[in-house]
């Protein structure tokens, strides 16, 4: 079940981080509203490097996509020279 609370409860912010731990984000809200989230640094670490990883298979598969880069098994032994 998903930690939420009101931003108010900042005011007494030790308590807010003892709710947050590895895997469990406390969300913020304002007038109701998701507001903010406060994770974990190894949570937002992880996050940050999947986020890279998925960027980077993107790119992959955009340039898998693009022929005029693909070269035919003839053209790769003349370019390594065997």
Known sequence: ???ILPVSD???YNEVLKNCQVGEPVFLT????GKFV???IEDYER???EKKLLMKLQEAEE???DESAWMSLDELKKSVGV
Do not use: H, Q
């Not at 304002?30 to 509203?33: A, I, L």
């Open 38 to 40: 406060i994770m974990d």
């Open 63 to 65: 340039a898998v996509k």
């Open 1 to 3: 079940m998903p930690n």
């Open 47 to 49: 996050e940050k490097a």
């Open 10 to 12: 900042l005011r007494n």
């Open 30 to 33: 304002k007038n109701g509203r």
